[in-house]
């Protein structure tokens, strides 16, 4: 009598079709079968269950079953409604965000294409054919010569920005005299040119207007680079991922110390070139790739350089003027 009771109340509740899948799973718990076999339809590939056994519930208990779920139903509403409204206030939150998507997309496309420029021993820069390295490379060997290629048909294009960005900076004109003869240089196949000149010229300037022309040490740069640090991206005049990457490679290898063999071979193995083994003759940088690398390092760290000091002329008046106002 107890099941047919049971079965009533399923047919009145209109849960007769539970009924069967409710006997499908208690044979399937009866005889250790699986929840597939039960139901073949199923495609996941869910676990075996273990025979057991387990007691009947009696009606009474059964419905004492069914005044606890809907007592916990109840008490959980309230976090029902608070989990609908963050919901809704998240969505509000990040609507402004909406169309960050794919520009986001794009700076990781960037940046996956200047990690293979690097790769190949390239610095990232404004002027790099990012085209060619859009993919993974198969033949590595082929991009790199197709890289070669680039910058020999394009050299003097690629030069004439180069040298017009450094002409209108805040350098002096020793500076820009120096640069724009180490890009004839390379321009007339004197590949170990740009290392040898332009490193020594990178510490006048930064010895002039970062210390203050104070004789001190500074092989590491050290100073400089914890100015350049501090630019923020709109300040910086090689900003984006490029300009990211290049801070890295400025920080970790352009003037890292020549103390044992394991630091030598990694400047040996790079192309591009390393302060220390070019002025200290450790490392003989002789080839093209090494020689735009080296003129594409003067360009980043030079104009950084003019950068750090047009704001600190820029914050020199500002304290001049608030001076004059305040007497």
């Known amino acids: ?74 008490a959980i509403a309230p976090l029902t409604k608070i989990g609908e409204e963050f919901r809704h206030r998240y969505a509000e939150i990040m609507k402004p965000f909406a169309g960050l998507s794919e520009p986001l997309r794009r700076l990781q496309i960037i940046d996956a294409q200047c990690g293979r420029l690097e790769a190949l021993g390239w610095l990232p820069h404004a002027n790099s054919p990012l085209d060619l390295v859009a993919d993974h490379p198969e033949d590595p060997a082929g991009v790199n010569a197709a890289i070669h290629q680039h910058y020999a048909i394009h050299w003097l294009d690629i030069a004439r920005a180069l040298c017009a960005d450094i002409d209108a900076s805040a350098l002096d004109d020793e500076a820009k005299a120096t640069f724009t003869e180490a890009v004839a240089a390379h321009g007339a196949g004197l590949y170990r040119c740009a290392p040898r000149l332009l490193f020594p010229e990178i510490e006048r300037v930064s010895r002039k207007e970062i210390h203050g022309g104070a004789l001190d040490k500074m092989a590491s740069q050290q100073r400089l680079m914890e100015a350049i640090g501090s630019l923020t991206p709109a300040e910086m005049s090689s900003t984006g991922v490029a300009g990211l990457r290049f801070y890295k490679k400025l920080t970790k290898h352009l003037y890292m110390h020549m103390k044992d063999e394991a630091a030598v071979g990694i400047a040996s193995a790079d192309p591009v070139p390393n302060r220390h083994a070019s002025l200290h003759g450790i490392v003989s940088y002789s080839s093209p790739q090494s020689s735009i690398n080296a003129i594409l390092v003067a360009d980043y760290l030079l104009r950084a350089i003019s950068t750090i000091k047009q704001l600190a002329a820029e914050d020199a008046a500002a304290a001049r003027g608030h001076a004059v106002a305040s007497s």
Request: glycine share 8%; proline share 7%.
């Open 1 to 74: 009598m107890a099941n047919d009771s049971v079965e009533d109340q399923n047919d009145q509740g209109g849960t007769s079709g539970s009924a069967a899948i409710f006997d499908a799973l208690n044979h399937a718990w009866d005889h250790g079968e699986s929840i597939k076999g039960a139901f073949p339809s199923l495609t996941l590939d869910l676990p075996q269950i273990p025979r057991m056994e387990l007691p009947v519930l009696a009606v009474p208990a059964a419905a004492g079953l069914s005044e606890a779920i809907q007592r916990w139903q109840t």
